[in-house]
């Protein structure tokens, strides 16, 4: 019930935007989206809805794409975004990558000392003969992203990170109609290694910028090319 009450006032927005002057631009536009991913003035975490200010053009615009074409699934984004063009989104993606947030405060998590080992060692070097990554070398070496398509990992909660690599498992997140390598990575992970993973992560300060797209090597590139095919250029 929630959601149809709000995609009901997301639907009746514009007219009262119109009745009471409000100027027309971006930031008023897309106020509908700070409800759940946080306005720009507060400094809080949601543990399932990301801040989006700051991620890379080409990331937020690939996943506006997906949700109004129904290659992810939720239905409040899908109904939001339906009949927006990919010009507009694009807009949307550019408005929300210039944007900075006060970072959250790292989550105060208790971890053993086998689990930081175990994070460390997926995060940065990852396990070749099981044909898993490293994080980093995705994601940069400061886990800010890779620009322009590949977001940040620092900034989010245990429990949004950990919701992400269960959806990819059990394909409850549909990012495209290809195959996704996030999708294939995950399903190498065992329970006790994402749990590793998404507790290191969320201890962490965020700090640095995303990376320039020439940090991710051509075989990564190669791999996860269903999330690197659009133009982002202006």
């Known amino acids: 019930m929630i959601h149809f009450i709000f995609i009901g006032f997301l639907l009746t927005m514009p007219a009262a935007i119109a009745a009471n002057n409000v100027p027309d631009t971006m930031a008023e536009r897309v106020k509908s989206c700070t409800i759940c991913h946080g306005d720009k003035d507060k400094i809080e975490q949601h543990a399932y809805y990301p801040s989006i200010n700051g991620k890379p053009k080409g990331y937020l615009f690939n996943q506006l794409r997906n949700f109004r074409d129904r ?113 294939e990575i995950a399903n190498k992970l065992t329970d006790n290694e994402i749990i590793a993973i998404a507790k290191w992560l969320a201890t962490r300060p965020v700090s640095g910028k995303p990376g320039p797209a020439e940090a991710l090597s051509p075989e990564l590139a190669h791999r996860c090319s269903s999330i690197v095919l659009v133009d982002t250029e202006e």
Not at 155 to 172: D, E, H, K, V
Request: hydrophobic share 40%; aromatic share 8%; charged share 15%.
């Open 71 to 183: 290659r992810r699934h939720y239905q409040p984004m899908a109904v939001l975004l339906e009949n927006m063009s990919d010009n507009y989104l694009m807009e949307i993606a550019h408005y929300f990558s210039m944007l900075q947030l006060p970072a959250s405060p790292p989550e105060q998590i208790k971890m053993q000392s086998n689990e930081i080992r175990l994070a460390e060692q997926l995060i940065f070097s990852g396990f070749s003969d099981r044909n898993i990554p490293a994080c980093s070398a995705c994601h940069g070496e400061a886990l800010m992203g890779i620009e322009p398509f590949i977001p940040g990992l620092l900034g989010l909660s245990r429990t949004y990170i950990t919701a992400q690599f269960g959806s990819w498992r059990n394909g409850g997140l549909i990012r495209g109609q290809v195959s996704d390598c996030m999708s």
